[in-house]
């Protein structure tokens, strides 16, 4: 499998820097755009519109690509990228995408929502819709939550911990089949040899990060950088003093949260107490 590459460099705006990569990766592998619509199944002029900017394509037509062309999730995360530039998020919400994708290590605490990128698409689906996306734009959105999760598949996956609040798993989705199959996918991401997953219980008290949900990523140079986040904005923390604050009150909150053993069996007791859904 390839080396996980560096998203920045080149074109930095966006959908420029999309169209820009899908080109690159196809001329370097000697396709036209004919060969590479014959091999996945789709339009020729498809790619050639994704390539030129005109079109971002659908997330399915740019997962086929990341799999052709041996680059798991990065057209993804590019794609992710563009579709933020196109609806007008903010300069510093696609800068943290950036650097997610290229981190080494992403460790996470919240004390509000499970982890994007751990979500299923029903729990990104409400969390969004919250936000005021509906119809495709939602569908948009959720495609491209759930796409960023490809940065923690495959032989070289960065190691991803997450410390989620106990208020997070007490907080189930309207629908009970759906929140069953969240705290599902929990344990089945817990069991991956690169995630780790625990809870900091209620009677843990207070602790330096009692009010902020945090996103550490470990970078290629062996820098760390921060994203801080509430309900209505994002901060990026690059100053080193301060991101070695947030990291000393992370530890001594992950020292007060149950071992990745005991927040495995308190998420199954979450499992074992969800109510029975009346059978049709």
């Known amino acids: 499998m390839p080396s996980r590459r560096v998203v920045t460099g080149r074109s930095q705006e966006p959908r420029r820097r999309f169209a ?9 592998r000697g396709e036209s755009l004919r060969q590479v619509g014959e091999r996945l199944g789709w339009d020729p002029s498809t790619f050639g519109k994704m390539e030129s900017g005109e079109s971002l394509g659908s ?28 609806s007008q998020f903010k300069e510093r919400y ?11 290590a992403l460790w996470h605490f919240s004390v509000s ?8 698409s029903a729990y990104a689906s409400e969390v969004i819709s919250l936000h005021g996306s509906s119809g495709s734009e ?30 997070v798993l007490r907080t189930p989705l309207r629908c009970t089949k759906a929140w069953q199959e969240q705290l599902e996918c929990l344990l089945e991401a817990a069991d991956r040899p690169n995630i780790t997953v625990q809870v900091l219980p209620f009677d843990a008290g207070l602790h330096g990060l009692a009010s902020t949900s945090l996103m550490f990523l470990r970078m290629p140079d062996g820098t760390t950088v921060a994203h ?5 904005r994002g901060q990026l923390i690059q100053e080193s003093s301060s991101v070695e604050l947030l990291l000393q009150r992370y530890d001594a909150m992950r020292d007060q949260a149950l071992s990745p053993a005991e927040s495995r069996k308190f998420i199954m007791q979450l499992l074992e107490e969800l109510p029975c859904e009346p059978s049709t």
């Open 59 to 86: 997330p399915e037509i740019v997962e086929a690509l990341d799999q052709h062309y041996g680059t798991p999730g990065l057209l993804l995360t590019l794609w992710e990228l563009a579709l933020a530039d196109n």
């Open 20 to 28: 820009e990569e899908l080109r690159l990766l196809r001329s370097g």
């Open 138 to 167: 939602l569908e948009h959105h959720v495609n491209a939550r759930l796409g960023r999760q490809k940065l923690l598949e495959g032989n070289d996956a960065p190691p991803f911990r997450t410390i989620v609040s106990e208020a």
């Open 94 to 104: 696609r800068q943290y995408m950036a650097r997610e994708a290229e981190a080494r």
């Open 113 to 120: 929502l499970l982890p994007g990128l751990l979500q299923t």
């Open 228 to 232: 801080a986040e509430n309900a209505h």
